[in-house]
């Protein structure tokens, strides 16, 4: 597998941004897009579907990061009048699509497109910790299309704009053509100035949980009993281990380190079993 690295670049005033694509036979490439900046030059009328990135066949990966705007069709000459913040699809056969590698969306900004984000039969994907602010001109404004089976959108801030995510079934223009989500699961998603929050299209099916609207609830604190478990901070490249006994076996410790006073720290819950901890 070919891995394919673009990271902290910027690309601003062009029709489109990054593309990746694969072989559609296999897993080709493992592409990184991450905190990149890519500005489109506004709502054009060229024949061309313009795009901040957009994810093809034979391609797996993670987008991160990533600042992206201004992307938008307002012309008539083009057979899909629509242009994408990120646009994940496998047309190796087009006009047919096929099944994309999972990819994972998330951490990115999404600010004035015509529709932020389309990830097209990405069975398995994740798309979470995004945030879609406002649509462009042209048809069909829209936050989040997604379809595949077990796709998971999570924790994701939409505002102001006419529709947050939908879920492609039986849809009125296209059909099928651009496949059923299928078991998908909505969890935990904002949405402040949003006319439709969420449309499951008929032959769809999803699961809802955690959706908020604003005004949002204040954040409310919990504390926990724990202990910090530290090293010298001089002393990198070392991996928490924990064990239910001093004899075994061990495994990596799942809290993420941090920096405080000179020494590199862990917080450990104290409210479940005995443990015992090393450094290797």
Not at 49 to 78: C, H, K, L, W
Not at 157 to 182: Q, S, Y
Not at 235 to 253: I, M, N, Q
Request: proline share 8%.
């Amino acid at each position: 597998m070919v891995s394919f690295h673009v990271v902290e670049c910027t690309f601003a005033d062009n029709y489109r941004g990054i593309e990746v694509v694969g072989l559609p036979t296999r897993k080709s490439i493992n592409a990184t897009l991450e905190n990149n900046t890519i500005i489109g030059p506004g709502p054009l009328n060229t024949s061309n579907i313009n795009f901040g990135i957009n994810i093809r066949e034979g391609v797996e990966g993670r987008i991160a990061g990533n600042i992206i705007s201004g992307f938008s069709y307002v012309g008539t000459g083009a057979d899909f009048p629509i242009s994408f913040g990120i646009l994940a699809a496998n047309e190796a056969n087009y006009p047919e699509y096929g099944n994309l590698q999972p990819l994972i969306i998330e951490g990115n900004t999404l600010r004035n497109n015509q529709e932020h984000i389309a990830l097209i039969k990405g069975d398995g994907s994740m798309v979470r910790n995004n945030r879609f602010q406002g649509t462009a001109p042209g048809i069909l404004p829209l936050g989040l299309a997604a379809s595949g089976t077990n796709v998971t959108i999570a924790n994701n801030p939409f505002e102001n704009m006419a529709e947050g995510i939908r879920l492609g079934g039986n849809d009125p223009i296209f059909g099928t053509l651009l496949g059923k989500a299928v078991n998908a699961q909505v969890t935990s998603n904002r949405f402040c100035g949003v006319t439709t929050p969420v449309t499951i299209q008929p032959l769809a099916s999803a699961t809802q949980t955690g959706t908020l609207f604003c005004p949002f609830p204040p954040p409310t604190l919990a504390i926990a009993p724990a202990v910090l478990v530290s090293w010298p901070g001089e002393d990198v490249g070392w991996t928490v281990e924990s064990a239910t006994g001093v004899d075994g076996p061990w495994a990596a410790s799942g809290a993420t380190p941090f920096a405080q006073q000179g020494r590199h720290s862990i917080a450990v819950p104290t409210d479940g079993e005995r443990r015992f901890f090393r450094l290797r």
